[in-house]
């Protein structure tokens, strides 16, 4: 009786036995999420440093903004969950709106200012997505509908401003923007590792 008790793999059928080495691997990256959202809420901590900046200044780092955020998404496609398709194209959408703010941040910033309220909509509508697709494994998923739909909301009030305000505005939203994600990125990182411990 000890030994089974020893081995709880014992009596279990294979494939529960396989899916709960699956979960425990998968979420021994929770680490992961930690370094991301320590690392947007120093990106935060910069941006909102800035009284006012250069456009190129801006320009590059909403660049560097939707980069880390390409790249997260990127790394979710690499798991196996379902729906890995929505943030493959969203992880597509964030890497080409960073190419062009590398390429032409001067542009890019009088674009970005006179699409800002298209932008923070995308953002806002990926994570009401990303919080429904969750919802099913992340306890806190409604702390990223919340953080999509602050977001959404932003965005309906940013498209009707003047572009001077809107130069402004950009600076300071880029600067919640990263700070809620890395808020998001955070909790979602400590849940994962309970998850993780559970197993």
């Not at 456009?55 to 979710?76: C, E, I, K, P």
């Not at 190419?99 to 674009?111: K, L, M, N």
Request: aromatic share 12%; glycine share 10%.
């Amino acid at each position: 009786m000890s030994e089974h008790t020893a081995n709880p793999g014992i009596g279990m059928p294979a494939e529960q036995t396989g899916l709960g080495e699956k979960v425990r691997e998968i979420t021994g990256y929770w680490w992961v999420g930690l370094v991301a959202g320590i690392t947007w809420l120093v990106i935060s901590l910069v941006i909102l440093q800035f009284d006012s900046a250069s456009v190129t200044t801006v320009g590059v780092l909403v660049g560097v903004m939707f980069l880390l955020a390409g790249v997260q998404n990127l790394a979710v496609t690499t798991l196996p969950v379902e729906h890995r398709w929505v943030p493959a194209l969203f992880s597509v959408l964030f890497l080409v709106s960073a190419v062009i703010c590398f390429v032409d941040p001067v542009s890019t910033f009088a674009g970005l200012a006179d699409m800002l309220g298209f932008l923070f909509l995308l953002v806002g509508l990926w994570w009401m997505t990303q919080a429904f697709l969750e919802r099913a494994i992340n306890p806190t998923w409604w702390l990223t509908l919340i953080s999509g739909i602050l977001m959404t909301g932003i965005a309906f009030w940013t498209a009707g401003q003047l572009f001077a305000t809107k130069a402004y505005t950009l600076l300071v939203f880029a600067g919640i923007w990263a700070l809620m994600q890395g808020t998001v990125d955070i909790v979602r990182a400590f849940e994962v590792r309970r998850l993780n411990k559970g197993v």
